[in-house]
């Protein structure tokens, strides 16, 4: 086992209250949390002791939408209108990736979600084997979000993904899922709303990012993005929409009533100039709400303390009201309600029985003084700084600025590097 | 001399390039840059060779708006409405004050600026003395505000102080300033404008920071805060405006014609809802800009990483065009603007004669990697935890998370505490 003691603890588990107490994990799971007898501490046997001096130990963050890879695109063709961006960019350097490069990029991705005290990501890409091999490998938690799109015989590819990857590994699973309304043809939709049905299976994907996205396909079916997949069953067993942005009133309601995530991604909403989504009046209606940064191509850092910032602060200016969206809020989204959002119902708070997804939050750093409200530090002043340890299914994967991911940081820099000079002149 | 070799710099001496060169300094100033001769080698006497190890030298972030004594109220009550959140809890506290709260208060955002490269503050408090002593113990650079406001016999406070501070130490500066309109007599404003051509001085103050200010100020002079200072010669010798939030087109203007700074703090006026300054239309019409964080009370970290992603994502938002605001501008405001509002025209930026204020980041992180672009990484993806070190004056003050300010940080955390603890009792 391993204990964490003398520090302080915020489990999330209903509350926001930091309280002293201890915290034991054995193997991949939390299997104590407490303040110990004398009887308890003499039977127990650990493999270590970390003394948090005080610091603040809480469940780690989980990133409910991403794609990892695109590390390699980080401040390549920043500041350029979203079209141009996409198109004359993003599209053809992603035409040529191999899945060694997505090994490679995804790693990067992992070292990067450790010292942002990130535990699990729910990851958007191709090459999925490569991609499952460099989490693995690292010990890193990921949710695979099936990302077809195209045509109608492309829900075959999705079901077989499905079937492969859910119980590949045990830091592995797959949900169903499709790229956008904008990239699927309708037979792709329908058929994805009967695997939805097949399954009993919730479906995830990116919904309402852009104006342009809504207006386009109220043109071509007469109905918002999430109107016409609900239409079709998509959600009949709850997901996740990624952005949410332009979100009418019918579109919180069918949310809330289907049990629909809405994981919203403040950095790149920003980034892009695609807007504010309309987080308080979601929360009004009783939507649940999931946090990610997007991917690091049109954010660009994968930080959730940035994220939990922006967003707070963007519903306070869009409200023009400093009271909306306070930190509490805000912390339970990052971590227990973007775990459900990505259907890892065991990683979303600190109780015995739960997996061991942890960090240990540095306190004693000045951005963190004084410790008037620790959760509200976190949010309004945290950062990358004050993250001491990553832990993930048990494994400390990072700490006190190193990693433990069974490869040198340097070597995955330097293999990023070599890759996107290789991928470049291919 | 300290020698700084085997890495990357960023000069912001004109461009944003950045170039494989060495940088040496010599007591409090910058003595080479470029890359040495065996010659120049051979001669010169090194006290410390510092590995950049590829890392990047840069000129440090200039603070150029802040509170710094506000320290002690982060987090103590966030998720108010402006209105609750200044009457009941910030001005009750302040009333309380001591010189030695004050002095540990300062203390505590000293640290924290050198954890996130800055250099200098422009900072806006009373209890001058106890603020100067904190900031000249760590080796801080400061440049203290008027900060007057009431009756017009406070202008004379002003000028005891403009003569007190200025040449009090090498560190130290002192502006003309008072709090704002709002908070100021007519009198008051007219024996300031009367200093200024007095001194030939420029005057800083907040000026337009909510919308409410701007409107009641109408309709009591029959102009804004802008155009009023301006006809009382408030701005014939320039100064700096924070905040400038509800500008128009004129107050853009007669900021241009002065040269007066506008100095931006994206992170309060989001976070106290105030709105987005329009700072595109400020930099087309030629306006000057500096960039602050605003105090701790209102932000509530004092990081100049998250102000210059905000500066660049806000105004990306509102304009709707992810081209806004490229982070190269966002760089030199962060940097040298800054510097320059605050009559720092000796620390702007890195050449020889300069004054050695300078920040190491550390490119061998993940969010930092690849290297595709680092003006971009740093704005797009940078923060606290890339700050390798920072020099103030030719003095290292902060290296790999540890503080060289006469004073151990636990002390200062713990003297925070007990002080502001023993605040709330008075």
Redesign the interface.
Known sequence: MIRFKNGRVLTLDGGCEVSRQEVWTEGDKIAFVGVPSDEQLREAVFEREIDLEGNLLMPAFKNAHTHSAM??????A?????QD?LFTQVFPMEAKLTGEDVYWFSK??V??YL?SGVSASFDMYFELDDYVKANTECGFRTVLCGAVSGERANAKVLEERYLKYNGIHPLISFRLGFHAEYTAEYGLLEDIGELAKKYKAPVSTHNSETAKEVAECIEKYGKTPTALFDSLGIYDYGGAGFHCVHFTPEDMDIFRERGVYAVTNP?SN????S??APITDMLAKGVKLGLGTDG?AS?????M??EM??L???Q??R?????????DEVLKIACCGSALAMGLDDCDCIAEGKQADLTVIDL????M??????P??IV??G???NVKLTMVAGRILYEDGKFFVGED??R??AR??EN?EALKKR
């Open positions: 590390t390699f695109l980080r401040s390549y920043d500041d350029l209108p979203l961006w990067l991705a070292l990067e010292t950095g920003s980034k892009l100039a807007g504010i690091p954010n660009n850092a994968l930080d303390f940035r910032y922006l707070t602060v963007l306070k200016l409200n023009s009201d400093a009271a909306a969206m306070p930190a004693n750093r000045p951005g003084q004084p410790l008037n409200n620790i509200k530090n309004y002043s950062s990358k700084e940081a340097a995955i820099y990023v590097t996107f």
